[in-house]
């Protein structure tokens, strides 16, 4: 097969679909890669590399995709990519189809075989392609609030994990799922007093054992998130309720009590967003104060981090590279049902159910279009 790997062109985008490695054991699997020049290159990986892995860097985006039989990206298409779709082309990347009806209707009209990371499902139900993120976002998420708490950007002038004589910070964590954990991990490496709420008491039971009950754990209501807040340098909001959007837990009133100079990293915010006086913010201008309280809600935190989340969501991907690679699309979905789950856009029919229903589409399986 022949696979193409485009230079991302979202704004900010800095992550990459395949790495070298990726490319070399294509290469030696019999498969050719055509890789965008320094489409690598953000993410500290440059053209050398690509090269000395067997692929062929090619000057332009046209390029790669006229050429590919499958092209695997990082983020959905935008406009100005429309004009490369084509019958019998392959895209493999994060689509979030159900806001998108334009990007829908054109990979439709060109009978696209769009498959989707954030849908494809493992043997224990979960979502692989989109847990490396949570974990970069949720280890990053402490790394970032200690720096805002540093007094120079706003914050209440704590080290997390103080020194002798002096307490530590205290975190509090919104949600006990891949990012709070993750959240948790760092926070107490770091030395801080770390609280997770969550709903799931089963989840907190977990939570205490395998933290040995390092980690506070309280059950998810108005009062304990009230009282958690009000004590907290840190509050990390890391709920999901998923396909809603995030229940806003942390009111503008707790927000008001919380201490001055404390911080708030909403990582749900782009889902909303669980705290009430978060909005989105970029990179570029991350924070803002309400109440004296900073807030850092940007929708992409692993785009800050491009070489490690790079490699963490091709982990996670490559294998499924490597098996479209392999069998073929079409044997592939047979051979996998989470591949299939993955799969969107097929044969100019929408094959992702909820997909369908948000933009009042007719959906057919997968199975009955094979
Ligand atoms: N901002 C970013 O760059 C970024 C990056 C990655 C993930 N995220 C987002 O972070 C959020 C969390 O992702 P995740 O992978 O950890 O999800 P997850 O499903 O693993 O965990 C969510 C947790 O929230 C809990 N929860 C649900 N309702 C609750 C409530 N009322 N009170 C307390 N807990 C509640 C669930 O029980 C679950 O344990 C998602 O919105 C995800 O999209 C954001």
Redesign the pocket.
Known sequence: MLIGVPKEVKDHETRVGIVPSGVKALVDAGHKVVVETNAGALSSMPDEDYKSAGAEIVGSAAEVWKQADMVVKVKEPIEKEYQYFRPDLVLFTYLHLAPLPELTETLLKKKVTGIAYETIRDRNNTLPL??P??E???RMAVQVGASYLEKERGGRGVLLGGVPGVPPAQVTI???????TNSAKIALGMGAIVTL????LN?LREIDDIFNGRVYTLA?NYYHIFKSCSHADLVIG?????GAS??K?VTRQMVSKMKKGAVIVD?????GGCIETAHPTTHSNPAYEVDGVVHYC?????AAVPHTSTLALTNATFPYVMKLAQLGPAAAMKADEGIREGVNTFKGYVTYPAVAESQKRKAKTVSALL
């Open positions: 989109l847990t993120m949570s970069v976002a949720g919104i949600g006990a799922g891949i990012v709070g709420i969550d709903l799931n989840r998810s890391a709920v999901l309720i998923p995030a229940p837990l990582v749900a915010i782009d889902q940007v929708t992409n935190m692993p």
